[in-house]
């Protein structure tokens, strides 16, 4: 047995495929295989297994295409063929794509687009991109889909290549028009929306206990439905929307201890976050997919620097009292980090990068961009100020559509974390 035997038995098994005769064309990928492990020739050992498992996948024998692209994948690392490597995670993100199960699909796939690039191969990056922007097509996930197909288009806009990609950002946004909403999804999130008011309302101006109550049933019915409901997308809006009671089911036992206000904002962040990792890991959202990127650094420093005029604003509606018993540098700096970790980047992530995400997908741009904003006012209601809320509002279709346009949570996670740095820490001090 020798190389060029092998490779004999490689090109009739590759003619035999496309003759349509598949049984012998593994056959003969077989033999093929056979000599190169006798040889030793790891390289053209994972070649024949990624061509197989191909093979297989096509003939829908997913157990062997899975087995053979696990091979396939060990030898590729053994030689440290990257390329090689990325072509088999893809096979491995296709396998999960068909089979349905897209979030494994989409985590396949990410790796293999990073493997692309560790060696310089941005084409074949943004053409696995697109089949991520597909999967989330699957699952009528619209602003998902068009968000990776836009960077497909982009990268290849730089080769001439992206008429295929704009062409399918067309069909796409088509698409989108056709799919509207139902009547009962709609009365669904009004409904929830309105719950979650009466629940905050009561909790404020009645009992706390009665609004624990509230909140408790508001959380089981979204469990409930979520776990019901035939929508992928719709359902992902549900569950994220659990944080939301469970949020205010936290906070409202934290006055019952003996905790400085100040340090109430991270005891609620740490749930907040574990409940926020816990939706990206079950939806497969990957981090740019919830804005956990720089952007634009220019953009992101204005949007940013707003937070200073916003909390001023906010200060002389609601005038709280400073959170530090002191005015210095270490206690401003300590006590700003807490508020930009535990309020803006805790806040933004669920509400901007998860819930109007969700919700964009469900409702459309503007529509969850509303209803967002809407579900982050009814929050704040807690500080007994109508004037407040409108004031809210505004700043969170101000955060919404920064995030919308820029797809990166950088910019309103540093605002956030200002404007409540200075409405509870510098503002009060200064007018002191």
Not at 46 to 66: N, P
Not at 122 to 129: F, G, I, K
Not at 330 to 358: S, Y
Request: aromatic share 12%.
């Amino acid at each position: 047995m020798d190389e060029q035997e092998a490779l004999k038995f490689s090109a009739e098994a590759s003619q035999l495929y496309r003759d349509g005769n598949i049984e012998k064309s593994l056959l003969y990928y077989k033999k093929a295989l056979e000599i190169f492990r006798a040889l030793k020739n790891v390289g053209a050992e994972a070649g024949t297994l990624l061509y197989m498992a191909d093979i297989y996948l096509e003939s829908k024998d997913f157990k062997s295409a899975e087995e053979h692209y696990q091979l396939a994948l060990k030898s590729y690392k053994k030689v440290k063929d990257k390329i090689g490597e990325g072509y088999a995670l893809t096979g491995f993100g296709v396998l999960n794509e068909k089979k349905g199960n897209y979030e494994e699909s989409r985590s396949q796939y990410r790796k293999a687009i990073k493997k692309f690039k560790k060696v310089g191969d941005p084409e074949r990056a943004a053409t696995v991109t697109s089949l991520i922007a597909g999967t989330f097509e699957a699952q009528e996930a619209w602003e998902d889909a068009l968000m990776e197909y836009k960077e497909s288009s982009r990268t290849f806009k730089k080769t001439g290549n992206q008429k295929l990609y704009n062409r399918k950002i067309r069909d796409l946004k088509a698409s989108r028009k056709k799919h509207m909403p139902s009547k009962r999804s709609i009365i669904t999130v009004i409904g929830y929306l309105l719950a979650l008011i009466l629940a905050e309302t009561v909790t404020t101006y009645y009992g706390v206990k009665v609004g624990l109550a509230m909140h408790a049933c508001i959380l089981f019915a979204l469990l409930l439905q979520s776990s019901m409901e035939a929508s992928p997308n719709f359902a992902n809006l549900l569950r994220s929307m659990m944080v939301l009671p469970l949020i205010r089911i936290i906070g409202l036992s934290i006055p019952m201890m003996q905790i400085k206000p100040l340090y109430w904002y991270p005891i609620i962040a740490i749930p907040l976050f574990a409940a926020s990792y816990t939706i990206m890991k079950a939806q497969g959202l990957s981090r740019k997919n919830v804005g956990l990127v720089l952007g634009s650094i220019p953009i992101q420093i204005v949007i940013a620097s707003s937070g200073v005029f916003l909390g001023t604003i906010e200060y002389f509606i609601l005038k709280p009292k400073p959170l530090i018993p002191v005015f210095n540098p270490e206690m401003v700096l300590f006590a700003g980090i807490i508020l930009l970790v535990a309020t803006g980047f805790a806040e933004e992530l669920l509400f901007r990068g998860i819930i109007q995400k969700n919700a964009e997908n469900v409702f459309g741009k503007l529509s969850g961009l509303l209803y967002t904003a809407l579900i982050f006012t009814t929050m704040h209601i807690g500080w007994k100020s109508f004037p407040d809320l409108i004031f809210v509002f505004c700043v969170a279709i101000f955060y919404g559509y920064a995030f919308q346009k820029t797809r990166s949570l950088s910019g309103v996670t540093l605002s956030h974390g200002l404007s409540n740095t200075f409405l509870f820490i510098v503002v009060p001090f200064m007018l002191m």
